[in-house]
Every structure is written in structure tokens, then in C-alpha cells.
């Protein structure tokens, strides 16, 4: 899941990206709101952590410019001010969820777990799909109750495709979402990497539409 920090005080940003890479996002940071504003109209994210304090474009220009041009990602807004009025306004902006400084990274990190559940319809923290559940809390895997080992790149992936509630996603969005993005992949990689995935799980629960992608198709009583 790739997720964008716009925050201007650096090692908060860094702290921030840090947390969230060890849970397993893919993140990409910013450092002013007209630069975090274009990358996020132009790229797609699964959800964006977004100080109102900004330099040259304040957090609510940039929140209600990406709501006015219909950009729908998760938003969780991060704010010095302990003003109600403030935080009302940021959600009427479109915010989806909003922390004030200072905050634990822990719940910063289960806020925006939360976030990207929820905008693909998901309660639970635990995904299902047939025999296989995934604790997004944990990152751990299981299939018919039995622990399966995954890598960080593989665990990305069958996460990913899980969310997108049967939607058939393309190699190269799949690359955008589970890739640094300073390293270099090619379709090939993807197969290889469907295909190690598919042994490990040893269920066909990852379909392939030929010249379209791939897809996870929830089960009845479906994912959770």
C-alpha cells in the first residue's frame, strides 16, 4: 500500500515514514503543500498523511483542491491546533480522520491501517478470503490455520490484491503499489513473484485474466 507524508518538519517526516515502513507501507514524502498537492492529483495513493501547517499551500487548500477535483484516497490530517473548530473544519473539507500533535507513531500507524481498510469496505483488521486470513495488525499470514511465511514484497501483494475486492489489477499498478520507488522492476518480477506466492499459499485463491491482470475474488461470506 502506498501511502504519501506531507510534512515540513523533517524529522517528523522522517519518523513518520520510518513507522510506517515497518508496517509494511510504501511511502513517499513531501515537504510543502503545492509539491504534495501535485503528487497526489497526479499519482495515485492509497492514502496521505497530511500536516495542516504547510508552506506555500496550507493543508486545507490542498485537502479541498484534491476533494474539488474528485481525488477520493483516504486523508488523515495531522495538526498542532487543539481548536474543535479547526478539526470540524478539516473534516468538512473531506479529511477522513485527523491527530493532533504530539501523538504515539503506534496510533498513528493503526489510524492509517484503519483508513486504507475501510475505503475498500474492510471492518476487521483481519482480511479473509477462503482459507487464507492476513492479520494487517501482525503481518502475519495464515492458510486453513496454518502460519505461511511471506516476505515483506510478497505480504505487499497479497494484501493489495486482497483490498481491491475482486478488482482485476494490472502488473504495472501492482509494481507502483508494492515497489520502492527507487527500485527497478519489470513485469517479469511480478510473475515470478505471483508464482512464489501462489506455492507458498498453496490455494488458487490469485486468479490471472490474461492480458488484463490479477485479481483475488472474495468468497461468500466474503472478506472480512
Known amino acids: 500500500m502506498r501511502v504519501l507524508v506531507i510534512e515540513d518538519e ?3 517526516a522522517a519518523d513518520i515514514g520510518a513507522a510506517l515502513s515497518g508496517a509494511g507501507f510504501i511511502v513517499e514524502t513531501s515537504g510543502d503543500g503545492e509539491d504534495g498537492w501535485f503528487r497526489a492529483d497526479s499519482e495515485d495513493f492509497d492514502a496521505v498523511v497530511l500536516d495542516l501547517g504547510l508552506p506555500v499551500m496550507d493543508g486545507l487548500t490542498v485537502l479541498r483542491k484534491w476533494r474539488a477535483s474528485g481525488r477520493r484516497m483516504p486523508v488523515l490530517l495531522l495538526t498542532a491546533r487543539d481548536g474543535w473548530r479547526e478539526k470540524v ?32 469496505g474492510h471492518a476487521s483488521a483481519v482480511l479473509t478470503v477462503g482459507p487464507v486470513e492476513v492479520d494487517t495488525r501482525k503481518k502475519d499470514v495464515a492458510v486453513d490455520g496454518r502460519a505461511v511465511a511471506l516476505t515483506p514484497l510478497e505480504y505487499r501483494l497479497l494484501t493489495y490484491l486482497i483490498l ?13 503499489h508494492i515497489y520502492d520507488q527507487d527500485k527497478e522492476h519489470d513485469s517479469n518480477a511480478i510473475e515470478v513473484l505471483i508464482a512464489r506466492l501462489r506455492k507458498k499459499l498453496g490455494t488458487p485463491v490469485i486468479e490471472t485474466r490474461r492480458g488484463h491482470g490479477y485479481c483475488v475474488m472474495p468468497t461468500e461470506g466474503g472478506t472480512s
Do not use: C, W
Not at 96 to 106: A, G, I
Not at 164 to 176: D, F, K, P, T
Open 164 to 176: 481491491q475486492n475482486g478488482r482485476v489489477v494490472s502488473q504495472s499498478e501492482l509494481g507502483s
Open 89 to 120: 473544519e478539516g473534516i468538512d473539507s473531506g479529511a477522513d480522520d485527523y491527530l493532533t500533535k504530539p501523538f504515539h507513531m503506534e496510533e498513528l500507524v493503526a489510524r492509517v491501517r484503519a483508513l486504507t481498510r475501510r475505503a475498500s
Open 10 to 12: 523533517k524529522r517528523i
